[in-house]
């Protein structure tokens, strides 16, 4: 089938704490695969994306690498601050552009 | 520019009334899609559309779901006879094209802000 897992929320760290956010798909194919972020009181935006095996997403110092051997893209910032406390949402694409997201993992970063 | 819009951004309803959902989107853009999310869960594809061509309704959960796009623009989509399990966050993307095969087709899918739709 065609689904998104990731790792369940929510997660809590400390102002300049190592993130991982684990996220692993099925697919016949291979899919882009994106991580797309939700603020308090705002809608999704989207974070960072990849589009073929190997290939680095990256934006506001947070990354994901499209591993197509395990099927994952786990998401990693180095060094979190408050302002990352957000909901975030492993996603990768379908016939006709449509997503398919994960169930979305809750941050919290305390100061 | 403007982003995508979505109206009403809250929507409580008697069950077994029908609702309207509106979503405006970027001017120029050729697709739309429409998601639905449940508390505590990512969106789920309802339908898309590109133009006023409805592509894909596979996501609809039953018949008393629809939606158009009748100029290519605007687009609603319609609850008949709601039920309590119809309440969600409802969320409308628009993005430049539905995109296709190849790393230099995929295209970014801009969300407006939602609707909640509470069913009593």
């Known amino acids: 089938g065609n689904s998104v897992t990731q790792m369940e929320g929510p997660v809590t760290l400390s102002e300049e704490a190592f993130l991982t956010i684990n996220c692993t798909y099925t697919?016949?194919?291979?899919?882009?695969l994106f991580w797309y972020v939700q603020y308090p009181g705002e809608g999704l935006q989207l974070l960072l994306k990849?589009?073929?095996?190997?290939d680095k997403g990256s934006n506001k110092g947070f990354e994901a690498t499209y591993r197509k051997e395990t099927t994952s893209f786990h998401l990693e910032k180095g060094s979190v601050q408050v302002s990352d406390s957000a909901v975030y949402f492993c996603?990768?694409?379908?016939?006709?552009?449509?997503?398919?997201f994960g169930q979305g993992t809750e941050l919290s970063v305390k100061p | 520019g403007a982003g995508v819009s979505q109206s009403p951004r809250y929507k409580v309803t008697k069950r077994g009334q029908d609702v309207a959902l509106r979503c405006d989107p970027i001017?120029?853009?050729?697709?739309l899609y429409w998601y639905r999310q449940a508390l505590g869960q990512g969106p789920e594809f309802l339908t898309y559309?590109?133009?006023?061509?409805?592509?894909?309704k596979s996501g609809l959960p039953n018949d008393r779901f629809s939606a158009e796009r009748p100029e290519g623009s605007i687009s609603t989509l319609t609850i008949q006879r709601t039920e309590q399990r119809d309440s969600a966050m409802y969320r409308c993307?628009?993005?430049?094209?539905?995109?296709?095969?190849?790393?230099?087709?995929?295209?970014?899918?801009?969300f407006g802000p939602g609707t909640r739709l509470t069913v009593t």
């Open positions: 993307a628009s993005s430049f094209d539905a995109g296709g095969q190849g790393a230099n087709m995929v295209y970014e899918q801009y």
């Open positions: 697919a016949t194919g291979y899919p882009s």
């Open positions: 990849a589009t073929k095996a190997d």
């Open positions: 996603a990768r694409n379908h016939a006709g552009g449509k997503l398919i």
């Open positions: 001017s120029g853009h050729v697709s």
């Open positions: 559309f590109n133009y006023e061509a409805q592509q894909d």
